[in-house]
């Protein structure tokens, strides 16, 4: 299907294939921005419609740089994304139920063993997506989230690196 010469993401082999890649747990840098400056750290991520979720505290400076200005990137690799981040809240918010649900299980190695239910200010935060650009199987993908479109592309990394370990 084409809107505007490009492709649509919802329901497309496209977006099957992204939620098979991030809707688990993946670690990506988050970056805000404070006082003007970028602001980076690793976060444990998790993609659910349209949005990426993140577990933390409202007292750390993620959560504080949010509030300020909700702009936000995600970068792992070379897929990179920019959004709209918001505190959702504490995880037993009657509106947080279902995606606790989903964050239990996506991180279920570790969610209760880093994170405190009890403590008032654990929350969820969720990054509305607005672009993305995400490669697989020697394709890239630009997506559009607002406009629900996507362009895809041939894609061979501009470095190309073998790790090997030798001991």
Not at 26 to 47: H, Q, W
Not at 81 to 107: Q, T
Request: aromatic share 14%; with cysteine; net charge negative.
């Amino acid at each position: 299907m084409k809107k505007s010469g490009k492709n649509i993401f919802k329901n497309s082999q496209i977006q099957k294939k992204f939620e098979e890649i991030y809707a688990q747990d993946n670690i990506f840098v988050l970056a805000t921005i404070k006082e003007g400056y970028p602001s980076m750290r690793c976060v444990d991520t998790f993609y659910d419609d349209g949005a990426f979720w993140i577990v933390g505290y409202s007292f750390t400076n993620k959560a504080k740089d949010i509030e300020i200005n909700p702009q936000v990137s995600l970068s792992n690799g070379w897929n990179n994304f920019k959004g709209k981040a918001y505190n959702m809240g504490h995880p037993l918010d009657e509106k947080n139920k279902e995606i606790r649900e989903k964050l239990i299980e996506a991180f279920k190695n570790w969610y209760f063993l880093a994170n405190n239910e009890v403590h008032k200010t654990m929350c969820y935060i969720k990054v509305e997506l607005e672009h993305g650009f995400f490669h697989t199987e020697g394709k890239s993908y630009l997506i559009d989230f607002t406009e629900d479109t996507i362009e895809e592309k041939e894609f061979k990394p501009h470095i190309d690196v073998d790790l090997v370990v030798k001991f």
